[in-house]
């Protein structure tokens, strides 16, 4: 049984019980709304629209590292695409698209993110701050089958970590860029793990410091 819950313009199909899959309609304010839920009930899985484009036109969370487009994951919360974008438009103001926070990092918090199918586009994080399309602070991080791509940061345009794990498999994190290095993905500490995912094409080099991710050239 779903009831249907309205935030702010957002509407969502809220399941009766907890931690039952949250369908997210194909619109801003019903993503940021399912996130909110979401963190709230401590973690669930949420129905992104296939072939749908998310696009976000201001942000809707804040951290100590600077504005993010969506609600920072707090909780354990799977987005399970299937052709599915999440992109800043083109117009907003800057602000990287996701952050994940753990309890390493920001207290309190057990932020750990799976992305299924889903390209994450657009982010910029505002400087000198790093992450532009993904920043992870003491969570964890999970791509499968998914991307992030066209990001920019003072490091890590594509994906920053930081005390956290970040592993992508099938994946791709290319066409990003930082200011000073880490084009790709910048790991500041944690583990960064890579299977069958490619990252290339990033500016001006892939991963930093160099020799830090395993797989990664450039």
């Known amino acids: 049984m779903f009831v249907v819950s309205a935030l702010a313009t957002g509407l969502v199909?809220?399941?009766?019980?907890?931690?039952?899959?949250?369908?997210?309609f194909c619109n801003e304010s019903s993503l940021v709304t399912a996130i909110n839920v979401a963190n709230a009930a401590g973690g669930d899985t949420l129905a992104l629209a296939p072939f749908c484009t998310y696009t976000l036109t201001s942000a809707h969370g804040?951290?100590?590292?600077?504005?993010?487009?969506?609600?920072?994951?707090?909780?354990?919360?799977?987005?399970?695409?299937?052709?599915?974008?999440?992109?800043?438009?083109?117009?907003?103001?800057?602000?990287?698209?996701?952050?994940?926070?753990?309890?390493?990092?920001?207290?309190?918090?057990?932020?750990?993110?799976n992305l299924a199918a889903v390209t994450i586009s657009g982010g910029s994080a505002v400087p000198p701050f790093p992450g532009g399309g993904i920043a992870n602070r003491g969570g964890a991080l999970t791509l499968t089958s998914s991307s992030v791509t066209g990001s920019s940061?003072?490091?890590?345009?594509?994906?920053?970590?930081?005390?956290?794990?970040?592993?992508?498999t099938a994946s791709t994190v290319t066409g990003n860029t930082a200011t000073s290095s880490g084009g790709g993905i910048y790991k500041n500490s944690g583990t960064v793990n890579l299977l069958a995912s490619d990252v290339s094409r990033n500016t001006p080099d892939n991963c930093a410091p160099s020799g830090s991710v395993f797989g990664c050239a450039g």
């Open 153 to 168: 940061a003072v490091a890590g345009g594509g994906i920053y970590t930081d005390n956290g794990t970040v592993s992508l």
């Open 13 to 24: 199909a809220i399941p009766a019980t907890a931690h039952a899959e949250i369908p997210v």
């Open 62 to 113: 804040s951290a100590s590292d600077g504005p993010v487009g969506l609600p920072p994951i707090t909780t354990p919360i799977n987005m399970a695409g299937l052709g599915t974008t999440i992109t800043r438009a083109p117009s907003a103001p800057a602000f990287r698209i996701l952050e994940v926070e753990g309890d390493a990092n920001v207290p309190g918090t057990d932020g750990r993110l």
